[in-house]
T-cell receptor
Framework: GAVVSQHPSWVICKSGTSVKIECRSL??????MFWYRQFPKQSLMLMAT?????????EQGVEKDKFLINHASLTLSTLTVTSAHPEDSSFYIC????????????FGEGSWLTVV | GQNIDQPTEMTATEGAIVQINCTYQ??????LFWYQQHAGEAPTFLSY????GLEEKGRFSSFLSRSKGYSYLLLKELQMKDSASYLC????????????FGDGTTLTVKP
């Protein structure tokens, strides 16, 4: 079945540095991917919609200059957390829709970011 | 926008049946998803309803009533491994797969 892979699974970085998270659709093309953030015991919050070949669409309250999204190909979207701070520590999850599989949305494995 | 409500916590006994309800008020509707999420892991897909009625898939079933803005997830023959958070998500018309998630229902299955 359709699979979405996310890397890295775990990352620890120092305050002020930048971290890149990759999201790949392994066996289907995804013109649109989604990035979510989830704090402990809270629900998934949509951060932005990543569109292949164009600018991402950010949700209200999400800083586009801080969370850089690049969707350069039909199988890869990247989220870069720039100048990370401890409050950015969270679980980041991407998803993509495979229209050939009943409109199912598939999630990546998620990436735990800890900023120290 | 979307407003999605589901109970925060539920407890049930191993072998029993449990129903998790989800109500929604949306500006657009293009399907409702149920996901299971174990602590520290990404959500996994359980079901997708876009038409009214009951969809059955093994021990899990999902029901949708679009006129009532209501769905439920039914889990039968509960197992200990079913202890998890269950997320209801409504898909909007705008964008391919853009969904809004409820806060999730934490289900605890006891022996």
């Amino acid at each position: 079945g359709a699979v979405v892979s996310q890397h890295p699974s775990w990352v620890i970085c120092k305050s002020g540095t930048s971290v890149k998270i990759e999201c790949r659709s392994l066996d289907f093309q995804a013109t649109t991917m989604f990035w979510y953030r989830q704090f402990p015991k809270q629900s998934l919050m949509l951060m932005a919609t990543s569109n292949e070949g164009s600018k991402a669409t950010y949700e209200q309250g999400v800083e586009k200059d801080k969370f850089l999204i690049n969707h350069a190909s039909l199988t890869l979207s990247t989220l870069t957390v720039t100048s990370a701070h401890p409050e950015d520590s969270s679980f980041y999850i991407c998803s993509a829709s495979s229209t050939g599989a009943g409109n199912t949305i598939y999630f990546g494995e998620g990436s735990w970011l800890t900023v120290v | 926008g979307q407003n999605i409500d589901q109970p925060t916590e539920m407890t049930a006994t191993e072998g029993a049946i449990v129903q998790i309800n989800c109500t929604y008020q949306t500006s657009g509707f293009n399907g409702l998803f149920w996901y299971q999420q174990h602590a520290g892991e990404a959500p996994t897909f359980l079901s997708y309803n876009v038409l009214d009625g009951l969809e059955e898939k093994g021990r899990f079933s999902s029901f949708l009533s679009r006129s009532k803005g209501y769905s439920y997830l039914l889990l039968k023959e509960l197992q200990m491994k079913d202890s998890a958070s269950y997320l209801c998500a409504v898909r909007d018309w705008g964008g391919a797969g853009k969904s809004t998630f409820g806060d999730g229902t934490t289900l605890t299955v006891k022996p």
